[in-house]
């Protein structure tokens, strides 16, 4: 007779779960206009609600092993924030691989990657709190992270 072992998730395993059920439950609120969701793709040829489900699906192994890296090294630091910014594109890497190129998640990736690891950090903390941890991580630099002066996101940080 074998016996079945139930394990608990680990801390990291469970954030991750939460963050891709968040992208999951983001997806499917509907009505969106305009937007992706369980009535169609709105304004959008590229994308569908299975391949937001898939995309999400795709980053729960980058959202665990921000979580992981987070309680490894134990706090704020640089070498952390460098760490989350590789695990992130490690992460999108692989969500455009699933998503054959079309960038679902990418804001998603930053966001949840930064309160996963916040959450870690901070585990008896209250949202605001966990959300004040992520926004030091993400003062901090990261040197790898790609310099692209047009795109989106730094065409918004020079106006704003």
């Known amino acids: 007779m074998s016996a079945l072992i139930a394990t608990r998730p680990s801390p990291a395993e469970r954030l991750a779960d939460l963050a891709v059920q968040a992208l999951i439950d983001e997806a499917d609120l509907s009505p969106k206009p305009g937007l992706v969701d369980r009535r169609g793709s709105g304004a959008h040829s590229d994308l569908h609600l299975g391949l937001m489900h898939a995309s999400a699906q795709s980053l729960w192994p980058a959202f665990a092993a921000m979580a992981d890296a987070a309680r490894a090294e134990g706090e704020v630091s640089q070498a952390l924030r460098e760490t989350l910014g590789q695990l992130g594109r490690d ?50 630099e990261d040197p790898a992270a790609p310099h692209n002066p047009d795109s989106h996101g730094a065409r918004v940080c020079r106006r704003y």
């Open 91 to 140: 992460g999108e890497a692989e969500m455009l691989r699933v998503t054959a190129g079309v960038n679902t998640h990418r804001g998603a990736i930053w966001a949840l990657g930064l309160l996963s690891a916040s959450a870690t950090l901070e585990p008896d903390a209250a949202a605001d709190g966990i959300a004040m941890t992520a926004a030091a991580l993400a003062r901090l």
